[in-house]
């Protein structure tokens, strides 16, 4: 059973992730402790609420730090929603903020005549083949957002997009980093899937 570090930084429901990871098959760690993430099998970036909230929180818990080290050691790293939008270079939500920066490009706003936030099921379009995503293609999961990467500048690392008012970013990789839009610890089974596919990834760390 593999170790994954959930990063701790005092937003949102962080212990939802914790427990999906659990029911995946995960030994899952709600924690801030370094020495903790850094023995970690894996790590897992959540995030619920505004860019410019998630990222401050991050800086001044020093979780940003500890977050850059980890994905720098190769471990699997998972951002989820706000935690995907994190690790992007910046946000059109908050533009007087600087994300992480480990993947490129900006996030945008969802684009006009779709209703903001996208708070619904939406079934995902696997672009890219990964074992992150198998038996996926086509799977609903659960999206709470009105913001999102930009598609333009990214089409080299988007594995999966959904349609909302045109193709939508759903999720991307690169390299050790792998990044949702959709919620998995909401999206019942196919979560649960997807969750089962990064603890695997984990066990071999």
Request: net charge negative.
């Amino acid at each position: 059973m593999p170790t994954i570090a959930v990063l701790d930084y005092g937003i949102g429901n962080l212990r939802s992730a914790q427990k999906a990871l659990e029911r995946a098959g995960a030994d899952a760690v709600l924690t801030s402790d370094a020495e903790v993430i850094h023995s970690a099998n894996g790590v897992v970036l959540p995030g619920v609420g505004n860019f410019g909230k998630c990222i401050e929180a991050l800086r001044k818990t020093g979780i940003d730090r500890i977050a850059l080290d980890a994905i720098e050691t190769g471990r699997p790293f998972l951002g989820i929603c706000i935690g995907m939008q994190l690790l992007f270079e910046k946000s059109e939500e908050s533009p007087n903020h600087q994300g992480l920066g480990v993947l490129p490009g900006e996030i945008r706003i969802l684009p006009e005549g779709v209703k903001r936030p996208q708070m619904q099921w939406n079934s995902i379009h696997v672009r890219q083949p990964t074992p992150m995503l198998e038996g996926l293609d086509g799977e609903w999961l659960y999206f709470v957002h009105s913001y999102a990467a930009d598609l333009s500048t990214n089409n080299e690392i988007v594995v999966a997009t959904c349609s909302y008012g045109g193709d939508v970013v759903a999720a991307v990789q690169l390299d050790n980093i792998f990044a949702t839009q959709f919620h998995p610890e909401k999206s019942s089974d196919a979560g649960r899937d997807f969750l089962q596919n990064f603890v695997a990834a984990c066990k071999g760390r």
